[in-house]
């Protein structure tokens, strides 16, 4: 997958991907990310990059031409899809990332002050993201956000896909929890069922925690599950379902 990012501090999304596995499937080329200096494209002889709104107010845009010049030029090479980062854009979640790994070529623009020129939106984005309802300063997080979470689709990123495959949000529960070694830790045993051997036993053990969890905690994951399996009406499924909810504490 070919990304290109524009933004005033690609410093900054460069250091989410300096190590582990993103600098792996970077370095296996897996993933190519070209950064652009959008400062670089600036005409202007203090190559300023933005300027006051009109109609008055406090804050500065970035300017429409300057970032024209950097996307016509990358445009050029092809009809990649682009992403401008702002709070107005749709809430980025699990089904999108698993979308936008599977699109060759993505630009993703990362603005700053009160962002960029509404032009440009019109003219070129095709896709506007939000990682969440709240205001950053820059695109910059979203973006890295972003490209984290898609790199786990690409494949040869991620070890086995088991993974992917067992991970919470594609059945809309929440993860049950995982313990390790030591099985004793200051006299908190991990759960009996996990060092039974029993995996019949130990799976149905993990679905009654993850069910409860989300019962808990997101019930709008809860019915969206207890819907999907509705609809699957695998008889196994089914069963394995109303045993667990039988089994589950439902106090409120
Ligand atoms: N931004 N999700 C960039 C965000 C944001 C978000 C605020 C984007 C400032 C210029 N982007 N502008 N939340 O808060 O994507």
Redesign the pocket.
């Given at each position: 997958m070919k990304i290109d990012v524009l933004s005033l501090f690609p410093e900054m999304i460069k250091a989410s991907m300096s190590e582990s596995i993103l600098k792996r499937a970077i370095d296996q080329n897996i993933l190519n990310i070209t950064f652009h200096q959008i400062r670089d494209y600036s005409e202007d002889k203090h190559k300023k990059v933005d300027d006051t709104t009109y109609g008055g107010g406090s804050g500065l845009v970035m300017r429409a031409d300057v970032l024209d010049k950097a996307l016509s030029t990358i445009v050029n090479y092809g009809e990649p899809h682009i992403i401008y980062?702002?709070?107005r854009?749709n809430k980025?979640a699990q089904k999108r990332v698993e979308e936008l790994a599977k699109i060759d070529h993505i630009v993703m623009i990362?603005?700053?002050?009160?962002?960029?020129d509404q032009r440009i939106i019109d003219r070129y984005v095709d896709e506007e993201?939000?990682?969440?309802?709240?205001?950053?300063?820059?695109?910059e997080?979203?973006c890295a956000v972003t490209i984290d979470a898609i790199s786990r689709y690409l494949d040869g990123v991620l070890g086995t896909s088991a993974s992917l495959e067992e991970e919470s949000f594609t059945d809309n529960l929440l993860e049950y929890p995982h313990y390790t070694k030591p099985s004793d830790y200051k006299g908190d045993k991990v759960p009996d069922v996990l060092l039974s051997g029993n995996h019949q036993n130990i799976e149905k053990w993990r679905y009654k925690e993850s069910l409860s969890l989300t019962y808990q905690r997101r019930k709008d994951l809860f019915y969206k599950h207890v819907l999907d399996v509705l609809q699957r009406g695998d008889k196994k499924e089914l069963k394995g379902l109303s045993e667990a909810v039988i089994e589950m504490e439902l106090e409120e």
């Amino acid at each position: 997958m070919k990304i290109d990012v524009l933004s005033l501090f690609p410093e900054m999304i460069k250091a989410s991907m300096s190590e582990s596995i993103l600098k792996r499937a970077i370095d296996q080329n897996i993933l190519n990310i070209t950064f652009h200096q959008i400062r670089d494209y600036s005409e202007d002889k203090h190559k300023k990059v933005d300027d006051t709104t009109y109609g008055g107010g406090s804050g500065l845009v970035m300017r429409a031409d300057v970032l024209d010049k950097a996307l016509s030029t990358i445009v050029n090479y092809g009809e990649p899809h682009i992403i401008y980062f702002s709070p107005r854009g749709n809430k980025l979640a699990q089904k999108r990332v698993e979308e936008l790994a599977k699109i060759d070529h993505i630009v993703m623009i990362c603005g700053h002050y009160e962002g960029i020129d509404q032009r440009i939106i019109d003219r070129y984005v095709d896709e506007e993201l939000s990682i969440g309802d709240y205001v950053l300063t820059g695109g910059e997080l979203p973006c890295a956000v972003t490209i984290d979470a898609i790199s786990r689709y690409l494949d040869g990123v991620l070890g086995t896909s088991a993974s992917l495959e067992e991970e919470s949000f594609t059945d809309n529960l929440l993860e049950y929890p995982h313990y390790t070694k030591p099985s004793d830790y200051k006299g908190d045993k991990v759960p009996d069922v996990l060092l039974s051997g029993n995996h019949q036993n130990i799976e149905k053990w993990r679905y009654k925690e993850s069910l409860s969890l989300t019962y808990q905690r997101r019930k709008d994951l809860f019915y969206k599950h207890v819907l999907d399996v509705l609809q699957r009406g695998d008889k196994k499924e089914l069963k394995g379902l109303s045993e667990a909810v039988i089994e589950m504490e439902l106090e409120e």
